[in-house]
């Protein structure tokens, strides 16, 4: 597990990021900018005019956003994993922009912990790393 600011990355090679404590609180303009929806990380750096720092989105950077996306919300109370009391129409927008923009356009990089772990944090064993969006088994040899 590789952690980028709020997010543990689960990845098949081995990452580059320094540890936690290495981690500046700003990312430096020069690293990767990286968005969590349903527990998956991906790359939005080719987005940076939409993520970058001072762009209208950054506040999604650097953490799972799920509820923010689903809701398309940028207050902070809504820049969290939790899908509580979505209403069905906001899980069908979840859905398709987790689909139809993250998935289409952005490279998976990880996972959060939260999807590989349990909440005690022992290992989730019903995730399998080969379900997993774009996940191709052969990166992990």
Known sequence: CHF??????????PSTHPPPSKLPFLRPENQPIYLAVK????????????????????????????????????????LTHDTTGLTAK???????????VYKAKYPIVGYTARRILNEDGSPNLDFKPEDQPHFDIKDEF
């Open 4 to 13: 980028y600011s709020h997010v543990c990355i689960y990845t098949p090679k």
């Open 39 to 78: 527990g998956v990380v991906f790359d939005v750096t080719s987005g940076k005019e939409f993520y970058g720092r001072g762009a209208p989105y950054n506040a999604l950077t650097g953490k799972d956003s799920t509820r923010g996306v689903a809701k398309m919300s940028l207050d902070p109370a809504d």
């Open 90 to 100: 906001e899980l069908e927008a979840l859905e398709d922009i987790f689909t139809k």
